[in-house]
């Protein structure tokens, strides 16, 4: 049970909760614009347990590349892998075991589900060495967490469909601006060992400024969806809840008092998810109703 806890908090279990219910957006709303009516229960456990795989990989693959810059970083040296509490190898047959998931649950789902895991897998592969090259890594991020609204779509649909690509990149630049708040905090880290953030390259002032607008773009996206989806007003609640706790994302960080980034980047990220999900799911079930 010790072991099981150590892998939990590798993968930080408890974040299911950012990209989680934009998968079951995705779903759900697929489902409506398509059939009027829900999506299947299989449909739902195989696009749950794709979830499950995908981002326990793709924590885990985070945790194994960076190892190393984790142990020289006070902020994360005693992190499970550098600490020594989980090794190596018991993290890459943990990858692995969570790729396989993410594997079976696509091919469950449909042809296109699986055609598309490769590519979906090499995002996640590459992500972590991005900070290595290029201060872009956000948006490599905010691409890998656009793939679970995009893959409840698909899994419903078999396609692409233009709710669907507006719902991913909202959570795309959604993603990409809270990261860009996360990376502040390691501005002279990152300076010293020559890695690479928004933050390092336009300052820590210059980035909250670029994270603001990239969340205001994110406001705009879900603002358009029902232009293709018959969404009501409880949507629109939804999305002008979703847009308060973003403003007070950035009313209590300043370039100036970086103090509050825990509850700006875990707490009110995780309400946003949760809003998010809770009033779609709340409108549609109010037009099937």
């Not at 040296?77 to 990858?95: D, Q």
């Not at 406001?219 to 009501?232: E, N, S």
């Amino acid at each position: 049970m010790s072991k099981i806890r150590l892998f939990l908090e590798m993968i930080k279990f408890e974040h299911t909760i950012f990209a989680l219910p934009y998968a079951y957006i995705g779903m759900v709303m697929a489902s409506y614009y398509t059939t009027e009516s829900w999506p299947s229960l299989m449909t739902f456990v195989w696009v749950t347990l794709a979830m499950v795989g995908a981002r326990s990989a793709a924590m885990g693959l985070n945790r194994v590349i960076d190892a190393a810059i984790d142990a020289r970083n006070p902020r994360t040296a005693n992190r499970e892998i550098p600490s020594g509490k989980i090794k190596s190898l018991e993290a890459w047959l943990f990858i692995i075991g969570s790729l396989a998931l993410l594997g079976v649950s696509a091919y469950m789902l449909n042809p296109l589900c699986f055609a598309l895991l490769p590519l979906a897998v090499a995002v996640l592969v590459l992500y972590p060495y991005c900070k290595r090259f290029t201060w872009a890594c956000h948006l490599v991020l905010g691409l890998a967490d656009s793939f679970a609204p995009l893959g409840g779509w698909i899994a419903v649909t078999g396609s692409f469909d233009t709710p669907s690509l507006l719902l991913a990149g909202a959570v795309a630049v959604w993603i990409a601006a809270f990261d860009i708040i996360y990376a502040c905090q390691d501005v002279e880290f990152d300076k010293k060992n020559g890695l690479h953030s928004i933050p390092v390259r336009f300052g820590i002032a210059g980035g909250l400024r670029l994270s603001r607008i990239m969340h205001i773009l994110t406001i705009v996206l879900f603002a358009l969806v029902p232009l293709y989806v018959d969404l009501g007003i409880v949507y629109w609640i939804g999305v002008a809840a979703v847009a308060g706790l973003l403003w007070y994302e950035h009313r209590i960080i300043s370039p100036h008092d970086m103090s509050r980034i825990d509850l700006a980047f875990f707490t009110v990220n995780s309400y946003v998810a949760s809003v998010a999900f809770v009033f779609t799911l709340a409108d549609i079930a109010i037009s099937l109703w």
